[in-house]
C-alpha cells in the first residue's frame, strides 16, 4: 500500500468515525427524548445512578412486566447481579456474580454504579454512607456490584409501586462525620 493509498483510507476511516458518532449522538437524543415522555422510564430515572439511557432500557424490557417479578431479590437474580452460589452438605459459600439474564441492564447498571462509588465522598445521604462503609471493608469492585444490586432492587420497587425514588435517612457530609 502506498502513501497515498494509505492516506485515503485514513481520510475514509476519518470520515465514518464522524458519522458513527454523529449517528450515536442523534439516537442517544432520541432514548433521551423517550425517557422523558415514558413515566416509568421517569420515574426510573429518579434513582441515584440511573440516567435516562439505563432508564430507557430498563422501562422498554421489563415494563408491565415487573409483576412477573415476586420480589426486589428475583429481579436483580434475573439481571444477574447476585453471587452464584456453591453449597454443600449445609456449608453454603457464595461466589461471583451469575451474569445471567439481561446483560446490557446489568451492565448499564454497573457502569452507572461504579460513577456513585466513586463519588461516594461526596453522596450525603443514607446510601451514601453504606457504600463509605462498604469501602472500608470491601473491595472498590465488590461495592458496585453491591450497589448495582441495590440500584436493581430500588428500580424493581419503583416500578412495582409506580413511585419515584425517595432517598432516606440524610447524613452528614463525611468529612463532618470523621
Known sequence: ?????????????????????????????????????DDTARRLATIPGIGPITASLT????????GDFKSARHFAAWLGLVPRQHSSGGRTRLGRIT????RAIR?????????????????????????????ERRPVRHVTVALANKMARIAWAVMARNEVYRAKGGVAPAAATA
Not at 485515503?8 to 470520515?15: G, P, S
Not at 451474569?99 to 439481561?102: P, Q
Not at 461504579?114 to 443514607?126: I, P
Request: charged share 20%; net charge positive.
Open 1 to 37: 500500500m502506498n502513501g497515498q493509498t494509505r492516506g485515503k483510507a485514513f481520510v475514509e476511516l476519518r470520515e465514518h468515525r464522524r458519522a458513527t458518532a454523529e449517528r450515536i449522538d442523534g439516537l442517544e437524543r432520541q432514548i433521551v427524548a423517550h425517557a422523558r415522555h
Open 59 to 66: 422501562a422498554a424490557t421489563v415494563g408491565d412486566g415487573i
Open 99 to 102: 451474569k445471567t439474564g439481561n
Open 107 to 135: 451492565t448499564l447498571l454497573v457502569l452507572g454504579a461504579t460513577s456513585m462509588v466513586y463519588r461516594a465522598g461526596q453522596w450525603n445521604s443514607a446510601a451514601g454512607a453504606w457504600v463509605r462503609g462498604l469501602l
